[in-house]
């Protein structure tokens, strides 16, 4: 069974940094893309970015561009999600989420993916 473990989140000032942490456990990690999503209070949960399983392709939402950046190190079954320039309509649930790889590329779907972890609060003052 396929364990996620989300981490790094916290409260930050407008125009800081976070580093969110998702390790990964009970299959084999390069087996699967990797896609964040966030859920702000009142609201449905949304794409943020996803990376393919060996690392090769990503793919943002337009209101992370140039501000937020996946990665992942599949020798520590983890992956990453750097945030700079933090907004206060980045405040959030951050989850990670795991889907199995498919021939034709990735998801940005919350329904497409297999596995979810329990989510870590990011939250950005004014």
């Known amino acids: 069974q396929v364990q996620l473990v989300e981490s790094g989140g916290g409260l930050v000032q407008a125009g800081g940094s976070l580093r969110l942490s998702c390790a990964f456990s009970?299959?084999?990690?390069?087996?699967?893309?990797m896609g964040w999503f966030r859920q702000a209070p009142g609201k449905e949960r949304e794409f943020v970015a996803v990376i393919t399983w060996n690392g090769s392709t990503t793919y943002y939402a337009d209101f992370v561009k140039g501000r937020f950046t996946i990665s992942r190190d599949n020798a520590k079954n983890t992956a990453f999600l750097q945030m700079n320039s933090l907004k206060p309509e980045d405040t959030a649930i951050y989850y990670c989420?795991?889907?199995?790889?498919?021939?034709?590329?990735?998801?940005?779907?919350?329904?497409?993916?297999?596995?979810w972890g329990q989510g870590t609060q990011v939250t950005v003052s004014s």
């Open positions: 009970g299959r084999t990690f390069s087996n699967y893309n």
């Open positions: 989420a795991a889907e199995y790889i498919f021939i034709g590329g990735w998801s940005i779907t919350p329904d497409e993916y297999d596995y």
